[in-house]
C-alpha cells in the first residue's frame, strides 16, 4: 500500500497526484450560474452518479476527481490532516467506500464531515430503516449518507441442494449440524470460510461485543460474553471437519475452491462478485435465503456498503449544492436504481433495484427466494457495532487467522483476539471496559 509523504504543502501536490486522478467534468450551458464548481471526490465506480446528478441539474457544475482504488483509510485522513493545516483544498463531498472512514471524518480532531442533521429532510433520513443509517448517526448527529448496504443472507447452491436431498438452515445449530452432514457425505465442499469476513458475517449475527461503543469514547470488548463463545462453538467442530475455509474470500486460493462452496452466510453483493465474477459459478445455481439467526434473535451481520460526506468547509449556495448532491446519490432512483451496482441503503429505492438486479437477471436461481431474502435481511442488522478508528476484522486477519493455519482452535486462539483488540483499541485513543 502506498504511504503518505506528510511534508507540508509543498507535498501536497505531489500526495494529491499520487491520490487522485484529475478528471474536472465540463458544466453544461446554465441560466443560473452556480457560486463556484461543486468539487467531488468519487471512486470509479461512482462516475456513474456524478453523471446522473450532472443530467439532473445540469445548472451545477461539478469538478469531479477520481479516488485511487487502492487509497486506504489512514491515506485519506492523513490528506484531510494536511488540507486541515494549509486551511484550504477539502473536497465539497467525498465518497468514502469503507464505513470505518466516518470515525476519523467525524472526530472532533478532523472534523471533516458535516452535521447533516438540519440540512437533510427529515422524510428523506425516515426512509431508510434504522440498522442502515445508523453507521451515520454519531452523537446524535446525522454525520453522512449511506449509500449501499450489505446484510447478510444464506448464499447456498439450489442445484446441489436438490440433488442432495437438503433444505437451507434457518438456525445456527442448524447450520453446524448441516455443514457436519455435508463434511462427511460430501467431503471437498465448504459451508463458508473464517480466513477473512468472519467478525461480520458471524461474530456481528451473533451480537458478539467485538467493538461495542458504550460511551463516546468507551469501547466495550467482552470475547467471554456468551453471544461470542456460543459462536465459537459452532465454527470451532466446521473448522474441524475442513468444511470452513480458511483462504481470504478475494484470494486465489479461494477461487480455486469456489465451484465447491456449497453455501456460506454473505452479504448481498456475494452473488454477483463472489459467486458470478470469482468463481464463475453457471448460471442457474445460486439463490439464497435468510439471514442464519439464532432461536429467539432476530439478528445478523452485514459486509460491507460505502457512504457520502459533505464538507463541514463549504457554506452558503455551495454547501445548499453539495447537500443536493449526496442526498441525490444516495437515495434517488435514477442513480441507485439506475446505475447503482449494490443493493441501496435507501429504503423506497430497494423494491425497484431487486425488481432490476435480480428478477431482471438471467443469473440466479429461484429469484423469488432471492428477492424474500434481501427483504427480509433489512432491518435485521444488528446494530451495535460502530464502526470505530480500528477494524476487528483487520485484527482477526492478523491473528486469528494465521494461528488457524498453524492447527489452533479459536477456543485456543481467542484470549489472544481479545488482548489484541484491546490493545488496538488502546492505541486509537479509546478506553476499553471487558465486561
Known sequence: MRKFGLAASAGMTAIMAMLLAGCGTSPSSTTTQSSGPLTVWVDAPRVSAVKAFEKAYPNIPIKMNLISTTVSNSQLEAQIQLFNKSGSGWPDVMWFSALSNIAWAASPSIDYAANLTNLVPKSVVNGYNHDAIAACEIGGQLRCLRNDYAPNVLWYNAKLFHEWGYTPPKTWPQYEALGLEIAKQHPGYY???????AT?????????PVNTLVGSNTVKIDLNSP??????????????????????????????????????????????????????TPAGEITATAPITWPGQNLTGDYGGGLWTVSSHVSGKLLQEAVKFAQFVATSPKNQVDFAPTFPAYGPDEGPWLQKNVVGSTYFADPESLVNAFKKSTGMVWTGHPYLKFSPEDIWETTVTPALDRGETLQQIWPTYQKALVNYAQEYGYSVVTK
Open 200 to 208: 461480520y458475517q458471524y461474530l456481528w449475527a451473533s451480537a458478539c
Open 191 to 197: 459451508v463458508g470460510s473464517v480466513g477473512n469476513g
Open 227 to 280: 453471544n461470542c463463545t456460543k459462536m465459537v462453538n459452532v465454527l470451532d467442530p466446521l473448522i474441524k471437519a475442513g468444511v470452513l475455509s480458511k483462504s481470504p474470500w478475494f484470494s486465489s486460493q479461494m477461487d480455486a475452491i469456489g465451484s465447491k462452496m456449497v453455501m456460506t452466510p454473505g452479504p448481498t453483493w456475494f452473488g454477483v462478485y463472489l459467486y458470478e465474477e470469482s468463481f464463475h
